[in-house]
């Protein structure tokens, strides 16, 4: 079995629904995982993105069809680099030790060779970029965190497995945060969009016609790993230089271009 791993960067904001509404404020949120609560694209609407509606015999020997599997296998699409507000430098780009020990495991597991350095950051303490430190701290919305060093090794692998070389973007404005402050931003720090329907004769909003959609905000990253017994069914990931993925297409949502990978 031949193994990829690739990487989407949230070109606009992205809701890739639960398919249910819910009973709390936000009725429309993003899927999460179940135990970390992290965000995430699940791997079948990956997967129909990138068939794009295609059902010629070459398209269902790749993604499967009600008689036969298909040869290409991905997992879902998880959170790697989450943006936050900044005082300093306008946005980080956040991630922590749990999600670089959970990338790092599985794909030690799927066999590749790639390594991710995995520094440890614990508290209210951050190994931060140049671009969002302000007087020894990087503030981030309302948490104020002491810079414990720099991010640039940790920034030059992620850096090259997404890019391919130094992305001068990513290496100023990396942080790597505690597991718990993570987690935090995943729960708080998304998009919540109000959306009105309104009467076409009145324009003004309909009785009841208010809701509130929870959506990943725009530059963050999200890692995922493909398998298949044909190399080169691989090319199916790049074969559009963007996807839209989940909804609200026609305003905007959605737009992710795939990354490199190994």
């Known amino acids: ?154 920034a030059k692998a992620i850096s090259g497995l997404l890019f391919g070389k130094e992305e001068p973007d990513l290496m100023e404005r990396l942080a790597l945060v505690s597991n718990d402050v993570f987690s935090y931003f995943c729960q708080t720090g998304l998009e919540v969009i109000a959306r009105v329907r309104l009467e076409s004769a009145s324009k003004t909003v309909a009785s009841g016609a208010l809701w509130y959609e929870e959506a990943i905000p725009a530059e963050a990253v999200f890692s995922s790993f493909a398998l298949a017994k044909d190399a080169a069914h691989f090319a199916e990931l790049h074969r559009r230089p963007y996807l839209q993925i989940g909804g609200e297409a026609s305003v905007g949502r959605g737009l992710l271009r795939v990354l490199g990978g190994v």
């Open 1 to 154: 079995m031949q193994t990829k791993a690739f990487f989407l960067q949230a070109l606009t904001p992205v809701h890739p629904g639960t398919g249910q509404v819910s009973g709390s404020v936000i009725d429309l949120p993003v899927a999460r995982e179940a135990a970390t609560g992290f965000p995430l694209i699940p791997a079948s609407s990956l997967k129909g993105v990138l068939r794009d509606g295609r059902a010629d015999e070459a398209a269902n020997k790749v993604f499967g069809s009600l008689e036969q599997m298909g040869e290409l296998t991905l997992t879902d699409a998880r959170l790697l680099l989450l943006p936050v507000r900044s005082y300093a430098g306008t946005f980080a780009l956040i991630t922590c030790p749990l999600v670089l020990q959970r990338w790092q495991r599985d794909a030690e597991a799927l066999g590749l060779s790639s390594k991710l350095s995995q520094p440890s950051i614990t508290g209210e303490e951050a190994l931060a970029g140049s671009a969002i430190q302000y007087n020894n701290q990087v503030i981030l919305e309302d948490i104020d965190l002491k810079v414990k060093g720099s991010s640039e090794a940790l």
